[in-house]
């Protein structure tokens, strides 16, 4: 990051930070992407399996991903105010945080995963692959968390087109042993669905492997002599993260719970819905990398200005954020609708299931561009530390309007599991519109009561 003085400064610079971040994102959902679409042309029975495995692991990743993500705006406003003497610390205390995770999601699975499943009722065969794929990805757990400590440091200096390059390298590790083990190619046993877990744990070490020589090695971060210079937990340093992260990690969760949620609602309708529901979500992960990466480098940008008490350019850099989502946004629309039979056709060969994610995918589209236009909100407000309100807008959206709504519908004979899509409607478009109402307070209100 660096201190910018003109519009077009200000839009060259967002675009190369999001630019490599969202390359990066596509490289991270498109290894699910690709788990789901060989899955599918695998077998239904393996599908369903992998993506009921894939919405429970998800629904408890994405808090702890979240919580992690506290440490972009502490770093983002400390290189802006140019006090970067306790970075290194608060990168340690980053490690304790995501090992405490893992262990904790590890015990949850260890103890609670058989018990719900059985709760579910999912198919036997299907509930087979569900563990097995589950215990695969197990092994890749603690570098998956520890990377979301390492990325984040690299991305708040504005080096995201190292993290792009190095996500790119463990989507290909991903792919490759995503089609080997699934499939049985090139030597290696055919196990189905579970190969898809073993395909996201090597990844995930691919992944730690090379951001730990990167913050060893670039310039700009082996200063901080990370592995080198041990630094045992520091509690104010924790606190300082997770009075960020937890709100961030909790609206998150909130989030992502809901297509978890939907996810498991769809299990009462047989494999076929689950397949395809699962489908359309995975096609929507992809687009969601756009306003995601667009969020990120909000953060960032805020932050850094938010740092400097340059508020007059925080809020230029917002308002690229959010005219750059309004384009994705239409565009999403403009493509899903031209291109409906082919994206239903690429990820079955069943009949039932292609018509039903061709149904499913009406509703997908409109929910991808609510959300590219709310997403971004959020990054806009992490870069303010505003992280509370996220917490409390998240809660009454994803779970005060979406779970009941889908939970009704879905009982509803008339709406069956499309009652499902509209409760997942309904959230981000209520959610979209109290994160407007936030941001503008914050930067029209409250920064001037400040000043």
Not at 79 to 94: H, N
Not at 133 to 143: E, I, Q, R, S, T
Not at 221 to 245: A, F, M
Not at 262 to 290: D, E, K, P, R
Request: proline content about 3%; some cysteine.
């Amino acid at each position: 990051m660096y201190q910018t003085y003109s519009i077009l400064q200000k839009l060259w610079l967002f675009i190369k930070l999001f630019t490599p971040m969202c390359i990066t994102q596509f490289s991270l959902v498109g290894g699910t992407f690709i788990a789901i679409f060989l899955t599918g042309q695998y077998s239904t029975i393996d599908l369903a399996g992998v993506a009921t495995g894939y919405n429970l692991w998800l629904l408890f990743y994405i808090f702890a991903q979240g919580t992690l993500m506290g440490i972009t705006p502490i770093i983002a406003q400390l290189l802006g105010a140019k006090k970067t003497d306790s970075i290194p610390t608060i990168v340690y205390q980053g490690f304790y945080i995501a090992t405490t995770l893992a262990l904790i999601i590890l015990l949850i699975g260890v103890f609670g995963l058989v018990p719900l499943l059985n709760f579910l009722n999912l198919e036997p065969a299907a509930t087979a692959v569900c563990i097995n794929y589950l215990k695969a990805f197990a092994l890749g757990l603690f570098p998956l968390l520890w990377v979301n400590t390492l990325r984040n440091t690299v991305d708040s200096h504005g080096l995201t087109h190292y993290s792009m390059a190095i996500v790119v390298t463990s989507f290909v590790v991903n792919v490759f042993l995503n089609y080997s083990l699934i499939f049985g190619h090139f030597g290696l046993p055919e196990i189905g669905g579970v190969g898809a877990g073993y395909g996201i744990a090597g990844a995930c070490w691919t992944n730690f492997i090379l951001f730990s020589a990167m913050v060893l090695f670039h310039p700009k971060l082996k200063g901080y002599r990370i592995y080198k210079d041990w630094v045992r937990p520091k509690w104010q340093y924790i606190r300082e993260q997770l009075q960020i992260g937890l709100p961030i990690g909790s609206s998150i969760f909130f989030e992502a719970s809901i297509f978890s949620i939907a996810g498991l609602l769809m299990v009462h309708f047989g494999s076929a819905v689950v397949a395809a529901h699962q489908s359309v979500i995975s096609f929507t992960n992809v687009f969601y990398c756009l306003p995601l990466s667009i969020a990120m480098a909000s953060t960032i940008a805020v932050g850094y200005e938010v740092g400097a008490e340059r508020h007059k350019e925080a809020i230029q850099y917002s308002y690229i954020s959010r005219v750059l989502a309004i384009v994705i946004a239409i565009l999403i629309c403009t493509f899903t609708f031209t291109h409906m039979e082919s994206i239903s056709a690429l990820f079955t060969n069943d009949e039932e299931v292609y018509n039903l994610i061709y149904r499913f995918l009406g509703y997908g589209v409109f929910f991808s561009a609510f959300d590219a236009i709310g997403t971004p909100l959020q990054g806009i407000l992490r870069g303010y530390k505003d992280v509370k309100i996220i917490f409390y807008i998240s809660l009454i959206s994803y779970w005060g309007v979406c779970f009941p709504i889908a939970y009704i519908l879905a009982k509803n004979p008339n709406y069956g599991p499309f009652g499902v899509w509209i409760g997942l409607l309904a959230s981000v478009i209520v959610a979209g519109i109290l994160f407007t109402i936030r941001t503008w307070y914050i930067q029209h209100k409250q920064v001037h009561i400040k000043a």
